[in-house]
């Protein structure tokens, strides 16, 4: 097949139709095992969490999108990161973002404690701390572009160039930008990390997480530990994220349009002491993210004045973001990353990365735009 736009190839990419029925969609195989005609004889499948047909077209369809050789699907993000962890041997040293999921954060750290893993956590948004802490072997270069939740973002093709100097595996998580807006490989990642939780699967039903790696041999040593670990998600669950990817690119440009609308009516506001949305030209590295990006998503966090007391005031007000953890389905939700999904951090560490008791997250949905800003100035008139 020639190549093709990604919208296109979100929604035809390792899925043509059932060869046994000619079902347009995949069928839900929920089989767990399946037979064998004499030992070790098989049509390809043994047993489900080696490999599942359903899963197997997502995997497909995953590599394909993000312009990968492997992808493999996981029963939640920080399963694929799990796994991914294991491929990296005790005493090794992991360079990592500075500004990260409060869930990544403590999952390094558990591995530092457990098991002698070295995690220096570095500014990357310029390539001097990168630099020096490359200076040292490092086994692998682990970021977020954009970041969570400070939406900061990272030259990937400088970063891969960096790294790779110094020998080091290159890991992009890419659950904020998605392979709609950006595909990590392209510029020199070696491995893409998803939460298909989010905008994948994108309708807040399902949780699941996923590897894409750029090279077979990596690949197989990641399929292998997937089979070992066995952090795999069901096959209805695989069907519900292929489903989400279908409508992946027109959704994306949805999330725009509101994140757009909402970030306005915010950077207006003299009760707003930032707005973090790479689509903003006030947003320092918002040339950076027209080089390196096709847009800029329905991600961005706000730093009101006034702290926690302006927070609760403004959210009491809010009529149609939903106060949950998450992000990145139809409906708008909004977290306050101090108290929910960063919690884990130290304060001293939050503090230090700019987590104010004052930010918000926001992940904007495909409601209409001018509602959202309605909503967000509604809560703003309560500040």
């Not at 700019?354 to 209409?368: P, W």
Request: hydrophobic share 45%.
């Amino acid at each position: 097949m020639r190549r093709l736009r990604f919208r296109t190839k979100a929604i035809h990419a390792g899925q043509p139709p059932d060869a046994a029925t000619g079902a347009v969609n995949v069928p839900v195989y929920l089989s767990s095992t399946f037979a064998q005609s004499s030992p070790n004889r098989t049509k390809g499948y043994v047993y489900s969490r080696s490999g599942n047909p359903t899963r197997a077209v997502l995997e497909r369809a995953l590599a394909e999108v993000e312009e990968g050789r492997t992808g493999l699907a996981f029963g939640s993000g920080l399963g694929a990161l799990t796994t991914l962890l294991e491929n990296v041997p005790s005493g090794s040293r992991i360079v990592a973002i500075d500004d990260l999921y409060g869930g990544t954060w403590r999952l390094f750290e558990h591995h530092r404690r457990q098991f002698g893993i070295t995690v220096d956590y570095v500014d990357m948004t310029r390539p001097e701390p990168l630099e020096a802490a490359l200076a040292r072997p490092a086994t692998m270069v682990y970021l977020e572009s954009p970041t969570n939740p400070l939406m900061r973002l990272a030259d990937l093709a400088a970063v891969a160039r960096a790294a790779h100097r110094a020998r080091a595996t290159v890991v992009v998580d890419n659950t904020f930008a998605t392979p709609a807006l950006q595909r990590p490989i392209e510029r020199g990642a070696d491995v893409v990390l998803h939460s298909t939780t989010k905008y994948l699967g994108g309708h807040s039903d399902v949780i699941g997480g996923a590897l894409v790696a750029k090279d077979a041999e990596l690949g197989a040593r990641l399929l292998w530990l997937q089979n070992a670990v066995g952090a795999v998600p069901s096959p209805f669950d695989c069907f519900l994220v292929l489903r989400g990817l279908h409508t992946l690119g027109a959704r994306m440009r949805a999330h725009e349009e509101s994140a757009r609308a909402v970030a306005e009516v915010l950077a207006r506001s003299r009760k707003v002491r930032a707005v973090h949305y790479p689509g903003l030209a006030s947003h320092p590295q918002h040339a950076l993210a027209r080089r390196q990006m096709d847009g800029y998503g329905g991600m961005m966090s706000v730093d009101l004045t006034g702290g926690l007391s302006a927070v609760r005031r403004f959210l009491a007000r809010l009529e149609i973001f939903t106060l949950a953890e998450s992000l990145g389905g139809v409906e708008s939700l909004i977290d306050h990353p101090a108290l929910m999904t960063h919690a884990s951090v130290p304060k001293a560490d939050r503090v230090a990365r700019g987590i104010t008791d004052g930010l918000l997250r926001l992940s904007c949905g495909i409601e209409d735009p001018a509602d959202l800003a309605e909503d967000v100035a509604r809560g703003l008139r309560a500040v």
